[in-house]
């Protein structure tokens, strides 16, 4: 199984020559991890989907705040949906983004 990614759309990846393009090391393993866990059937694409499209229609509605990041808006997504699963709690996603964002610079893996 492969997730069926929009080519076109607004939850359509970032691409350069139809391939997708990752800026940063963190992006490719957020992509990574989602499409994994997709596979993996813990969430259908539809639901990722969903929450993607709700996360970057949320950042539009914002206005001029935070700059746009569509993998950061990607791992958003991912969070909003296997906490809608059950997958992980809340409070698991808080902890981890809390631990994880305390870790000296160039420590990204």
Request: charged share 20%; net charge negative.
């Amino acid at each position: 199984m492969s997730a069926p990614l929009d080519i076109e759309g607004p939850a359509a990846p970032p691409r350069s020559n139809g391939e997708l393009v990752f800026a940063e090391p963190w992006e490719s393993r957020a992509f990574g991890m989602a499409v994994t866990l997709y596979d993996a059937g813990v969430f259908t694409w539809p639901e990722f989907q969903a929450a993607l499209i709700a996360r970057i229609t949320t950042w539009e509605a914002a206005g001029e705040g935070e700059p746009y990041s569509y993998y950061g808006l990607w791992l958003a997504a991912l969070e909003d949906v296997l906490t809608s699963v059950r997958a992980v709690s809340t409070d698991e996603v808080i902890t981890r983004a809390r631990s994880l964002a305390q870790r000296p610079p160039g420590h990204d893996h």
